[in-house]
Protein backbone atom coordinates (compact mmCIF):
# COMPACT_ATOMS: atom_id res chain seq x y z
CA UNK A 1 0.00 0.00 0.00
CA UNK A 2 1.26 3.59 -1.03
CA UNK A 3 2.60 5.27 2.01
CA UNK A 4 0.99 8.78 2.54
CA UNK A 5 1.90 12.29 4.39
CA UNK A 6 -0.30 13.53 6.56
CA UNK A 7 -0.88 17.66 6.91
CA UNK A 8 -3.01 19.26 9.89
CA UNK A 9 -3.85 22.35 9.95
CA UNK A 10 -3.94 24.60 13.03
CA UNK A 11 -5.41 27.92 12.10
CA UNK A 12 -5.12 29.47 15.23
CA UNK A 13 -2.24 32.55 15.97
CA UNK A 14 -2.04 35.18 18.68
CA UNK A 15 -2.13 38.01 15.75
CA UNK A 16 -2.05 38.42 11.80
CA UNK A 17 1.18 39.36 10.50
CA UNK A 18 1.15 41.86 7.45
CA UNK A 19 2.00 39.59 4.62
CA UNK A 20 -0.06 36.49 5.79
CA UNK A 21 -3.19 35.15 3.62
CA UNK A 22 -3.07 31.97 4.98
CA UNK A 23 -5.92 30.21 6.49
CA UNK A 24 -5.70 31.42 10.66
CA UNK A 25 -7.42 33.38 13.19
CA UNK A 26 -6.19 35.37 16.06
CA UNK A 27 -8.58 35.97 18.67
CA UNK A 28 -10.01 32.60 18.98
CA UNK A 29 -8.63 30.47 21.30
CA UNK A 30 -11.59 29.68 23.01
CA UNK A 31 -12.33 27.19 19.88
CA UNK A 32 -9.11 25.24 20.07
CA UNK A 33 -10.88 22.92 21.91
CA UNK A 34 -13.95 22.22 19.66
CA UNK A 35 -11.37 22.68 16.87
CA UNK A 36 -9.44 20.05 18.35
CA UNK A 37 -12.18 17.76 18.71
CA UNK A 38 -13.55 18.40 15.53
CA UNK A 39 -9.76 17.16 13.66
CA UNK A 40 -9.95 14.09 15.69
CA UNK A 41 -13.31 13.26 14.49
CA UNK A 42 -12.27 14.35 10.75
CA UNK A 43 -9.28 11.18 11.61
CA UNK A 44 -11.83 8.54 13.04
CA UNK A 45 -14.63 9.44 10.39
CA UNK A 46 -11.52 8.85 7.11
CA UNK A 47 -10.55 5.78 9.72
CA UNK A 48 -14.24 4.41 9.66
CA UNK A 49 -14.59 4.68 5.73
CA UNK A 50 -11.20 2.61 5.27
CA UNK A 51 -10.86 -1.44 5.55
CA UNK A 52 -6.97 -0.89 6.61
CA UNK A 53 -5.50 2.21 8.36
CA UNK A 54 -3.46 4.32 5.72
CA UNK A 55 0.32 3.91 6.20
CA UNK A 56 1.97 7.38 6.84
CA UNK A 57 5.35 8.34 6.62
CA UNK A 58 5.22 11.95 7.56
CA UNK A 59 3.16 14.09 9.94
CA UNK A 60 3.10 17.93 9.70
CA UNK A 61 1.62 20.20 12.39
CA UNK A 62 1.27 23.27 10.22
CA UNK A 63 -0.80 26.15 10.46
CA UNK A 64 -1.50 29.05 12.10
CA UNK A 65 0.47 28.29 14.74
CA UNK A 66 0.88 24.97 16.32
CA UNK A 67 3.20 25.72 19.38
CA UNK A 68 0.03 27.56 20.78
CA UNK A 69 -1.68 24.78 21.20
CA UNK A 70 -1.79 23.00 25.00
CA UNK A 71 0.39 20.06 25.25
CA UNK A 72 -2.71 18.31 26.03
CA UNK A 73 -4.47 18.97 22.62
CA UNK A 74 -1.19 17.97 20.72
CA UNK A 75 -1.51 15.02 23.11
CA UNK A 76 -5.38 14.17 21.87
CA UNK A 77 -4.45 14.94 18.21
CA UNK A 78 -0.73 12.61 17.92
CA UNK A 79 -3.26 10.30 19.82
CA UNK A 80 -5.80 10.04 17.39
CA UNK A 81 -3.40 9.92 14.70
CA UNK A 82 -1.96 6.96 16.16
CA UNK A 83 -5.26 5.14 16.55
CA UNK A 84 -5.91 5.99 13.01
CA UNK A 85 -3.39 5.38 10.74
CA UNK A 86 -0.64 3.35 10.54
CA UNK A 87 2.66 5.26 11.39
CA UNK A 88 5.70 4.30 10.00
CA UNK A 89 8.45 3.67 13.09
CA UNK A 90 10.71 5.98 11.64
CA UNK A 91 8.24 8.40 10.71
CA UNK A 92 8.83 12.48 10.58
CA UNK A 93 6.60 14.23 13.03
CA UNK A 94 6.83 17.61 12.50
CA UNK A 95 5.40 20.65 14.45
CA UNK A 96 5.31 24.64 12.95
CA UNK A 97 6.56 26.65 15.81
CA UNK A 98 7.43 30.10 16.33
CA UNK A 99 9.86 31.99 18.28
CA UNK A 100 8.76 33.23 20.92
CA UNK A 101 5.79 31.07 21.35
CA UNK A 102 7.94 28.51 23.31
CA UNK A 103 9.89 27.79 26.68
CA UNK A 104 12.08 25.22 27.35
CA UNK A 105 9.52 23.08 29.24
CA UNK A 106 7.24 23.13 26.41
CA UNK A 107 9.52 21.98 24.43
CA UNK A 108 10.58 18.74 26.24
CA UNK A 109 6.91 18.36 26.80
CA UNK A 110 6.68 18.50 22.80
CA UNK A 111 9.74 15.92 22.64
CA UNK A 112 8.03 13.57 24.99
CA UNK A 113 5.03 13.38 22.81
CA UNK A 114 6.76 11.92 19.98
CA UNK A 115 7.60 15.33 17.59
CA UNK A 116 10.72 14.61 16.42
CA UNK A 117 11.16 18.21 13.89
CA UNK A 118 10.66 21.48 14.84
CA UNK A 119 9.87 24.14 11.97
CA UNK A 120 10.88 27.93 13.34
CA UNK A 121 9.40 30.65 11.62
CA UNK A 122 12.76 32.91 11.71
CA UNK A 123 11.69 34.92 8.90
CA UNK A 124 14.59 37.56 9.10
CA UNK A 125 17.40 38.84 11.87
CA UNK A 126 16.63 42.47 11.07
CA UNK A 127 14.58 44.21 13.38
CA UNK A 128 13.42 46.32 11.01
CA UNK A 129 11.84 43.66 8.40
CA UNK A 130 10.35 41.87 11.57
CA UNK A 131 8.48 45.16 12.31
CA UNK A 132 7.44 45.42 8.18
CA UNK A 133 6.23 41.81 8.15
CA UNK A 134 4.57 42.75 11.83
CA UNK A 135 6.42 39.50 12.96
CA UNK A 136 5.76 39.49 17.14
CA UNK A 137 9.66 38.10 17.67
CA UNK A 138 13.22 39.60 17.88
CA UNK A 139 16.25 37.56 16.32
CA UNK A 140 17.14 36.88 20.22
CA UNK A 141 14.06 34.72 21.12
CA UNK A 142 14.96 32.66 17.60
CA UNK A 143 18.36 31.87 19.66
CA UNK A 144 16.21 30.72 22.45
CA UNK A 145 14.04 28.63 20.69
CA UNK A 146 16.94 27.03 18.82
CA UNK A 147 19.06 26.30 21.80
CA UNK A 148 15.81 24.96 24.18
CA UNK A 149 15.07 23.08 21.07
CA UNK A 150 18.46 21.47 21.21
CA UNK A 151 18.05 20.80 25.16
CA UNK A 152 15.07 19.58 24.64
CA UNK A 153 16.58 16.76 22.57
CA UNK A 154 15.73 17.71 19.60
CA UNK A 155 18.09 17.10 16.79
CA UNK A 156 15.90 18.19 13.42
CA UNK A 157 15.30 21.65 13.14
CA UNK A 158 14.00 23.52 10.40
CA UNK A 159 14.63 27.32 10.60
CA UNK A 160 12.08 29.85 7.70
CA UNK A 161 13.35 32.47 6.39
CA UNK A 162 11.86 35.17 3.91
CA UNK A 163 13.57 37.13 1.46
CA UNK A 164 12.55 39.65 -1.27
CA UNK A 165 11.42 41.86 1.07
CA UNK A 166 10.55 45.77 0.21
CA UNK A 167 13.64 47.73 1.23
CA UNK A 168 15.50 44.70 1.80
CA UNK A 169 19.26 45.04 0.88
CA UNK A 170 21.66 42.31 -0.12
CA UNK A 171 23.89 42.74 2.45
CA UNK A 172 20.74 42.59 4.75
CA UNK A 173 19.69 39.18 3.56
CA UNK A 174 23.14 38.13 3.57
CA UNK A 175 23.34 38.71 7.33
CA UNK A 176 20.26 36.86 8.00
CA UNK A 177 20.80 34.01 6.30
CA UNK A 178 24.73 33.57 7.97
CA UNK A 179 22.93 34.05 11.36
CA UNK A 180 20.49 31.54 10.33
CA UNK A 181 23.50 29.26 9.53
CA UNK A 182 25.05 29.93 12.56
CA UNK A 183 22.43 28.21 15.00
CA UNK A 184 23.49 25.11 12.62
CA UNK A 185 19.77 23.94 11.72
CA UNK A 186 19.39 20.71 9.57
CA UNK A 187 17.11 21.98 7.70
CA UNK A 188 16.39 25.60 6.02
CA UNK A 189 12.78 26.70 4.24
CA UNK A 190 13.54 30.33 1.96
CA UNK A 191 10.67 31.53 1.13
CA UNK A 192 10.53 34.75 -1.44
CA UNK A 193 7.78 37.46 0.05
CA UNK A 194 4.72 37.50 -2.31
CA UNK A 195 2.08 40.44 -1.67
CA UNK A 196 -0.96 38.88 -1.63
CA UNK A 197 -4.01 40.82 -2.69
CA UNK A 198 -6.16 41.77 1.09
CA UNK A 199 -3.20 41.77 3.56
CA UNK A 200 -1.83 45.12 4.83
CA UNK A 201 1.31 44.85 2.77
CA UNK A 202 -0.65 44.33 -0.14
CA UNK A 203 -2.98 47.10 0.43
CA UNK A 204 0.10 49.02 1.67
CA UNK A 205 2.13 48.50 -1.65
CA UNK A 206 -1.09 49.13 -3.88
CA UNK A 207 -1.50 52.54 -1.93
CA UNK A 208 1.58 53.27 -2.80
CA UNK A 209 2.77 53.61 1.31
CA UNK A 210 5.55 51.04 0.58
CA UNK A 211 7.74 50.08 -2.38
CA UNK A 212 6.75 46.76 -4.53
CA UNK A 213 9.74 44.13 -3.67
CA UNK A 214 12.58 44.14 -6.47
CA UNK A 215 11.93 40.89 -8.21
CA UNK A 216 15.88 41.32 -9.75
CA UNK A 217 17.21 41.78 -6.18
CA UNK A 218 15.30 38.59 -5.26
CA UNK A 219 16.68 36.97 -7.91
CA UNK A 220 20.30 37.85 -6.79
CA UNK A 221 19.23 37.27 -3.30
CA UNK A 222 18.24 33.68 -4.30
CA UNK A 223 21.56 33.23 -6.34
CA UNK A 224 23.78 34.01 -3.67
CA UNK A 225 21.99 31.78 -1.00
CA UNK A 226 22.15 28.90 -3.39
CA UNK A 227 25.76 29.26 -3.74
CA UNK A 228 26.06 29.92 0.00
CA UNK A 229 24.97 27.08 1.60
CA UNK A 230 26.24 24.86 -1.46
CA UNK A 231 29.40 25.48 0.50
CA UNK A 232 27.63 25.43 4.26
CA UNK A 233 27.05 21.58 3.84
CA UNK A 234 23.36 21.86 2.58
CA UNK A 235 21.99 20.32 -0.41
CA UNK A 236 19.26 21.69 -2.37
CA UNK A 237 16.23 19.01 -3.05
CA UNK A 238 13.34 21.62 -3.76
CA UNK A 239 13.32 25.29 -5.06
CA UNK A 240 13.22 26.37 -1.45
CA UNK A 241 14.40 23.94 0.23
CA UNK A 242 17.76 23.24 2.20
CA UNK A 243 19.55 19.87 4.29
CA UNK A 244 22.47 19.59 5.66
CA UNK A 245 24.28 16.72 4.52
CA UNK A 246 25.62 13.64 7.07
CA UNK A 247 27.96 11.57 5.44
CA UNK A 248 26.79 11.89 2.23
CA UNK A 249 23.42 11.53 3.18
CA UNK A 250 20.69 14.13 3.68
CA UNK A 251 19.73 15.23 7.31
CA UNK A 252 16.32 14.96 6.65
CA UNK A 253 13.46 14.63 5.27
CA UNK A 254 12.86 11.21 5.21
CA UNK A 255 11.48 12.06 1.35
CA UNK A 256 12.19 15.01 0.16
CA UNK A 257 9.64 17.70 -0.42
CA UNK A 258 7.52 16.32 1.54
CA UNK A 259 8.76 16.61 5.43
CA UNK A 260 9.19 20.59 4.29
CA UNK A 261 6.08 23.14 4.50
CA UNK A 262 7.08 24.54 0.96
CA UNK A 263 6.37 21.13 -0.28
CA UNK A 264 3.27 20.58 1.78
CA UNK A 265 1.45 23.31 0.84
CA UNK A 266 3.03 25.04 -2.26
CA UNK A 267 1.28 28.26 -1.24
CA UNK A 268 4.49 30.67 -0.98
CA UNK A 269 6.57 29.51 -3.66
CA UNK A 270 4.58 29.80 -6.73
CA UNK A 271 7.37 28.54 -8.85
CA UNK A 272 7.79 25.02 -6.62
CA UNK A 273 6.72 21.57 -8.02
CA UNK A 274 5.35 18.67 -6.22
CA UNK A 275 7.86 16.10 -5.72
CA UNK A 276 5.64 13.68 -4.51
CA UNK A 277 6.50 10.85 -2.65
CA UNK A 278 8.93 9.19 -4.38
CA UNK A 279 11.92 8.10 -1.76
CA UNK A 280 15.34 10.06 -2.87
CA UNK A 281 17.48 9.76 0.11
CA UNK A 282 17.56 7.55 2.92
CA UNK A 283 15.43 7.91 5.98
CA UNK A 284 17.42 9.21 9.02
CA UNK A 285 18.48 6.59 11.60
CA UNK A 286 16.52 7.78 14.30
CA UNK A 287 13.53 5.93 15.20
CA UNK A 288 10.41 7.33 15.85
CA UNK A 289 9.27 7.51 19.99
CA UNK A 290 5.55 7.12 20.31
CA UNK A 291 5.17 9.41 22.92
CA UNK A 292 3.62 8.42 26.30
CA UNK A 293 0.02 8.12 24.72
CA UNK A 294 0.62 4.45 22.69
CA UNK A 295 1.23 1.63 24.66
CA UNK A 296 2.31 -1.71 23.42
CA UNK A 297 -1.26 -2.04 21.58
CA UNK A 298 -0.46 -1.43 17.95
CA UNK A 299 -2.29 1.47 16.52
CA UNK A 300 -4.17 -1.14 14.13
CA UNK A 301 -6.11 -2.91 16.75
CA UNK A 302 -7.79 -0.41 18.49
CA UNK A 303 -10.69 0.47 18.17
CA UNK A 304 -11.22 4.82 16.67
CA UNK A 305 -14.03 4.67 18.63
CA UNK A 306 -12.13 4.85 21.57
CA UNK A 307 -9.68 7.45 20.75
CA UNK A 308 -8.52 10.22 23.50
CA UNK A 309 -11.02 12.63 23.95
CA UNK A 310 -10.19 16.16 24.90
S1 LIG B 1 2.65 34.38 9.08
FE1 LIG B 1 2.49 32.61 10.44
S2 LIG B 1 2.43 33.49 12.51
FE2 LIG B 1 1.96 35.16 11.08
S3 LIG B 1 -0.29 35.18 10.95
FE3 LIG B 1 0.46 33.91 9.27
S4 LIG B 1 0.43 31.82 10.05
FE4 LIG B 1 0.29 33.20 11.82
Redesign the pocket.
Known sequence: MISHSLYLHIPF?????G????N?Y?GLDSLVPQYVRALCAEMVYLRNRLEHALPVHTVFLG???PSLLPIAELENILGTLMVCFNLHPQAEVSL?A?PGTVSLEYLRSLHALGINRLSL?MQTASPEELRL????HDFQAVIEAVSWSRRAGFDNLNLDLIFGLPYQALSSWQRSLELAIGLCPEHLSLYSLTLEHGTPLGRWAERGLICEPDSDNAAEMYEWSMERLEHSGFKQYEISNWAVRRDGLLAQPALPGIGSRGAWLRRRDTHSECAGTRCLYPAPAKLWHPGPFLSSNSSNSIDPAHRPTG
Open positions: CRHRCYCDFTAGGTENGLERE
